[in-house]
């Protein structure tokens, strides 16, 4: 996904962050985003959340789980995503 604007707005880092930390952000798109990063507290933070919660939960496997809390899991992220778009 390319920007065409200078710089990104906060919703449009977040629509990227899955691509900037899988590293599949073009060179101007990583450089916009970084420079959001610099100048704005809010996404920092986000950033870093996310950052952590990969870091906690990068090595579960399927094996770690329970086969309820299996069951529970794929239950609660086929409801979401057969929802609506912004039916919240």
């Given amino acids: 996904m390319t920007i065409d604007t ?3 707005s906060c919703q449009e880092l977040v629509e990227l962050v899955t691509d900037y930390l899988e590293g599949g952000l073009d060179p101007a798109d990583r450089l916009r985003f970084d420079r959001h990063i610099e100048g704005c507290a809010g996404c920092t933070e986000y950033l870093a959340q996310l950052q952590r919660t990969i ?4 090595t579960i496997t399927t094996d770690d789980l329970t086969p309820d809390a299996e069951q529970a899991l794929l239950a ?4 979401w995503a057969a929802r609506p778009p912004n039916s919240d």
């Fill in 76 to 79: 609660a992220f086929s409801g």
């Fill in 6 to 8: 200078e710089s990104l």
């Fill in 55 to 58: 870091a906690l939960t990068g």
